[in-house]
């Protein structure tokens, strides 16, 4: 007479979930990653019904349980890396090791603004950190700040030009500050970068000062 060992239906039935799973994710394209993380307790659920069950369909006064060892170790492992997803996933680490693997990066037109330029300015200091700045000339009287930007940061596209440049006269000067793009740290490294253009007067001398 076959003999039932606790942990053969189990790792019987957590296959073909597994099996399904996978199937489900190539046909319909199901995120397998949280269904593991939402799901992996009935690992335990399954093992404890069918101790359960064996118990209640035993004809033996004092059943012996009898378990299938290498399928307890198969079932225990997989239970031990779904508690450590649970965890990575608790304190946001999945989430940044998924974002960095389907990082998209985009680029973009920048807002386009102007600045009148008086008789009195006859100096433009321009002040940077980090970004690139290109400077080029023209026969207006005015300042023209325009350029493209580069983000990997999902929710990053509709910028204001107070975000970007800040204009500031002082006597016969005017003071043009460029700011940085947006980052956020983590262990995903997310950034937007701006490459803004300035076209300035060209009877008007222009001082690029980096930080």
């Given amino acids: 007479m076959r003999q039932w060992r606790i942990g053969t239906f189990s790792m019987g039935l957590l296959l073909v979930l597994l099996g399904v799973s ?3 994710s190539n046909v319909i394209e199901i995120d397998v990653l949280n269904i593991a993380l939402s799901w992996w307790p009935l690992l335990l659920i399954v093992v404890g019904l069918e101790i359960i069950l064996f118990l209640f369909v035993s004809k033996e006064k004092l059943p012996f349980l009898k378990f299938d060892f290498l399928s307890m170790i ?26 960095a693997i389907s990082e998209e990066t985009r680029t973009g037109a920048l807002p386009q603004g102007s600045h009148s330029i008086t008789d009195e300015i006859d100096q433009i200091i321009i ?3 980090t970004t690139p700045v290109e400077v080029e000339r023209n026969t207006s009287k005015e300042l023209v700040v325009f350029g493209t930007y580069e983000t990997t940061i999902s929710n990053e ?22 700011f940085d793009g947006k980052q956020e740290g983590g262990l995903h490294y997310e950034r937007t970068t701006y ?5 300035i007067p060209q009877d008007v001398k222009v001082e690029i000062v980096n930080r």
Wanted: glycine fraction near 12%.
């Fill in 22 to 24: 996978l199937l489900l």
């Fill in 74 to 99: 198969f079932i225990g492992v997989l239970g031990f890396i779904g508690i450590g997803f649970f965890t990575l996933h608790s304190v946001g680490i999945v989430a940044e090791v998924k974002e």
């Fill in 127 to 129: 002040k940077t950190n």
């Fill in 157 to 178: 596209g509709n910028f204001e030009l107070e975000s970007i440049v800040d204009f500031i006269e002082a006597g016969n000067i005017l003071y043009v500050q460029i």
């Fill in 195 to 199: 490459y803004p253009t300035i076209s």
